[in-house]
């Protein structure tokens, strides 16, 4: 008898675990997005599958060429699920431009970060802060204070010796006849750069310093993919308590902590000693201080905004400097026309500098196609806060924005040979200032749009002028491998590798 009670108890319990996982499944995945509202439809979508929705379209290791393929198919302004995350997916300049213009305000920000403590894309970074007080106090000090025309000027001095030391790197290893790896040399250029305009210093080779920042970036960056799978997961999942990729993305902000607190007390000590600095830190710390400011920052968020810095604008240039130069190598008329105009401009008795950019029309072209072709960030994410309508259909409040900048910059409906390195497309005279703005998104748009927009294009027209001016190179094979590689940035699957020779005599000092 006692044993028959066990069985119908465990029956009975088996039973009431079922019912409330079927719930659940039921509450997490199967919900109906609201919709049809405002008198129209949600925007068209392709065949989905229930629970995963249209999770098994995206499912490959280079998501924006997935994502190509779903619009190719179904049409440019498309709406995706994963699970119960409801996305709207834009492909074409021309729906990209209408939302851009029409729901600024509403599509600023992001959604919200899946782990909200950590330095790393976190709720106190900037790249992941809502739209509201505190991310309009950081972009107001960003755009006038750190990265703005008078702040970049200032900081030029310290580039300019960044600059020169990577020529010197590269000189000494054509001089032994030694193999280069572009990406590593490159990164190093841009890592040592925004340390110096952060804390007005390098960081130190010596004691391992400069290597664990690039490391950190690094890390950081390759965890960009499993922070897109959190963040698409993170409410079906936190339902379940489950925290996706935790410990990784904390390990890294951890070490992030460690670097960043010992800059912090650094310059604590100086401004102590009354130094008066106008590095970023000591911006950052005379706000800090600021019993008036607008808003009152913490430590926590001056760590994490150079959290952003780092990451946003290290390995973005780097590998956008990598893919200019295999395209360039790749394409020898290009490599002539271009180091004929830094060759005539620049002449071949000193190093380029950032003032030349201006003079040298082509090499700019040459840095806005490289970057329509491998826009190093394809996807601009963000979230519709409010419902509304565009293009005649319906998109539901909470709807994560997806515009794949990738698509959109190969759009073969306004690009003539879209997958074709073609710089001089940038300096046709026919070309209006409005058409650019529609077509060319690789800094994103709008008040979320980059603002390390002219930083960027420093680092890579100085760097791919120094090195079209300085050396001839050598590669394995006719043509460098233009392969990209998987993951939410993009980046070359075979990194470029090859040897140098110097065509110019070696330059003094470049100060
Ligand atoms: C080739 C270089 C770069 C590319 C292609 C790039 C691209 C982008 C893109 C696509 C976004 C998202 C924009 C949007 O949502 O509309 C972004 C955001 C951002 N970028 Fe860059 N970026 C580059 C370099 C830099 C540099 C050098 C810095 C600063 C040191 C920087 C700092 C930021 C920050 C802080 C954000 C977040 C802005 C916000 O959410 O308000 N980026 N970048």
Redesign the pocket.
Known sequence: MAAMMTVEFQNCFLFILLCFFTFLCYALFFKKPKGPRLGCDLPPSPPSLPIIGHLHLILSVLIHKSFQKISSKYGPFLYLRIFNLPIVLVSSASVAYEIFRSQDVNISS?GPSPIKKSLLLGSSN????PYGDY?KFM?KL?VKKL?GTQAIERSRKFRADELDQFYRNLLEKAIKKESVEIGEEAMKF?NNS?CKMVMGRSCSEENGEAERVRSLVTKSTSLTTSFFLAAILRKPLKKLGISLFKKEIMGVSRRFDEVLKKILVEHEKKLEEHHQGTDMMDVLLEAYGDENAEYKITRSHIKS?FV??FV???D??M??IQWILAEIINSPKILERLRKEIDSVVEKTRLIQETDLLNLPYLQAVVKEG?RLH???PL???TFQEECKIGGFYVPENTALVVN?YAVMRDPDIWEDPDEFKPERFIASSRSEKEDVLKF?????????????N??SI??GTAIGMMVQCFDYNIKGDKVNMAEAGGLNLTMAHPLQCTLVPRTKPFQCNL
């Open positions: 992001r900037v790249i992941n802060a991310w972009k960003m990265l841009t925004i905004l952003d810095l946003a604008g290290t973005t240039s590998h956008t970057l826009p190093p960030v601009v994410l963000r900048g998104i690789a800094f994103g748009s709008g008040r979320r749009g980059c603002p390390g927009t930083l960027a680092f890579i």
